[in-house]
Nanobody, 124 residues
Framework: VQLQASGGGLVQAGDSLRLSCTAF?????MGWFRQAPGKEREFVAV????????SYSDSVKGRFTISRDNNKGTVALQMNPLKPEDTAVYYC?????????????????????WGQGTLVTVSS
């Protein structure tokens, strides 16, 4: 399984970015995580396999939106407005398969596949 994340870049505080992850055929919950320099990887957002349920970390709630298009096999993370503390490498990940249609995990250990990461840098 290959996950391909894209859309990162250098922006100013208050700007927006849209990250995309290609995950065609993966009928499972999909999440975004991030890792800032010197810090551990942390949960950002998750969407269940149908797209009907989402969850966010407190640090991005109200600013980021996760969505998926199962026909296109993509998962997106719309980020607006960005803050300098959002600077990190962002990873998309596919959760372990689960029979619960509402399954939307937030722990790193619940994810089976990881993309290569895309760098987001927000200047002040």
């Amino acid at each position: 399984v290959q996950l391909q994340a894209s859309g990162g870049g250098l922006v100013q505080a208050g700007d927006s970015l849209r990250l995309s992850c290609t995950a065609f055929g993966l009928n499972r919950a999909m999440g975004w995580f991030r890792q800032a320099p010197g810090k551990e990887r942390e949960f950002v957002a998750v969407v269940n396999r149908s797209g009907s349920r989402t969850s966010y970390s407190d640090s991005v709630k109200g600013r980021f939106t996760i969505s998926r298009d199962n026909n296109k096999g993509t998962v997106a993370l719309q980020m607006n407005p960005l803050k300098p503390e959002d600077t990190a490498v962002y990873y998309c990940a596919a959760a372990f398969a689960n029979p619960n249609a509402l399954y939307a995990p937030v722990k790193n250990s619940s994810y089976a596949y990881w993309g290569q990461g895309t760098l987001v840098t927000v200047s002040s």
